[in-house]
């Protein structure tokens, strides 16, 4: 029988993982995503102070931002399926992090990510799998 553990998260901690994925250059996610826009939220106080300027760290951490991304080979600027990074998409990916990639998660708890394992959290949050690297 299997056991189900909680953790809290410190939101400066998500906020550093998707930094880690969206500014990893070639380790990152950008190999296979692209930013197309920002869903600016009403406030950021849901945000930690450290990264409200970087919206694509920030926005998906509140309750009404978002960060709207478009595959990057498959797809065009005119034409594209959006990928919304939003807070269920973060919660997502949290959840499906342990069990579809538990050496990242385990590098993420021990403060040991890197660009590859933001880029494998961004695709948990928004395919839920691991598709690409």
């Not at 029988?1 to 410190?10: A, C, H, K, N």
């Not at 939003?86 to 919660?91: G, I, P, S």
Request: glycine residues 10%; charged residues 20%.
């Amino acid at each position: 029988m299997d056991f189900t553990v909680s953790q809290i998260l410190p939101a400066l901690r998500v906020a550093d993982l998707l930094l880690c994925g969206f500014e990893g250059g070639s380790f990152g996610c950008g190999y296979w995503c692209r930013v197309m826009d920002y869903r600016e939220p009403a406030s950021l106080d849901a945000a930690p102070a450290e990264v409200r300027a970087y919206p694509h760290a920030s926005y998906a951490l509140t309750g009404d931002g978002a960060v709207v991304c478009r595959l990057y080979e498959e797809e065009t600027d005119e034409q594209y399926t959006p990928l919304v990074l939003d807070r269920a998409a973060v919660e997502r990916g949290l959840a499906l992090m342990p069990e579809k990639a538990p050496g990242h998660w385990s590098a993420f708890l021990n403060q040991q990510e890197d660009a590859t394992t933001g880029d494998v959290f961004i695709q948990l949050c928004l395919l839920g799998d691991v598709v690409y690297g």
